[in-house]
């Protein structure tokens, strides 16, 4: 209804940014339902939002499902580097914004979270530019992917310092068994994708993406033995 297509809007101005202000960040700019923020201090500050965002969803979650309403979800995806920021336009109408390959990538690093449903990607220049190194940032690897218009591949990785601790412990547990299940996923290494994934899967029943590679892993290990007509499904892989 129209009442709930305002909702979300008004929700995220009472929630989120907020959130984003207490981290040093404010917004650039909305995008239809998106949300571009800038951090000018730091890195930790744009992961620390994040995690504060994802979390305020969840509080927001319980409400809707306690009146009979579904969920809703939101993709964060975060990347660093320089940008320039300055005005675009023209006499009639003009605007501020930034313009940079930092922000192409960060929009397409936030698409990404829709393709492997989880709510939070950063880059490994985030993971490298973390200046708090004393936290314990909680993060695996997650695949490389090439941007659009860009020759270089990059390193993406979950972070799930969002979930509740004993999730967090679990994936912690079992992220040498994920990384390197996902490592052999990515060189079509399927029977050996599927034995590490499957160990994940056993210490973590929660674990929904490494269920969901499990599951993929054994179709693709079947496909590669034994032939199959649904070999170029788009369900398959990523």
Do not use: W
């Not at 993406?209 to 990523?238: C, M, T, V, W, Y």
Request: glycine share 6%.
């Amino acid at each position: 209804t129209g009442v709930q297509t305002c909702a979300l809007p008004i929700y995220f101005l009472k929630q989120i940014e907020p959130v984003i202000r207490k981290n040093s960040g404010f917004i650039d700019k909305y995008i239809g339902d998106a949300i571009m923020a800038l951090f000018a201090n730091s890195t930790d500050d744009g992961l620390n939002a994040g995690v504060e965002m994802i979390k305020s969803l969840e509080q927001y979650n319980k409400q809707l499902i306690l009146r009979g309403e579904n969920p809703i979800s939101i993709g964060v995806g975060i990347h660093t580097g320089t940008v320039i920021l300055g005005t675009v336009g023209n006499e009639e109408r003009m605007d501020v914004t930034v313009i940079s390959d930092a922000v192409n990538i960060s929009s397409r690093i936030e698409g990404l979270t829709k393709q492997y449903e989880i709510p939070m990607i950063v880059t490994e220049q985030v993971v490298e530019k973390l200046s708090n190194k004393e936290r314990d940032v909680n993060v695996r690897f997650l695949d490389t992917v090439k941007v659009k218009g860009k020759e270089k591949y990059i390193s993406i990785y979950e972070c799930f310092d969002h979930e509740n601790d004993e999730n967090i412990v679990a994936k912690k547990e079992t992220k040498e068994f994920f990384e390197n299940g996902m490592k052999s996923f990515l060189k079509n290494d399927f029977p050996q994708a599927k034995e590490l994934f499957a160990k994940v899967c056993k210490r973590n029943r929660n674990d929904t993406l490494a269920h969901r590679l499990l599951l993929q892993s054994e179709q693709k290990n079947h496909i590669s033995r034994h032939g199959s007509n649904f070999a170029d499904d788009p369900e398959f892989g990523f």
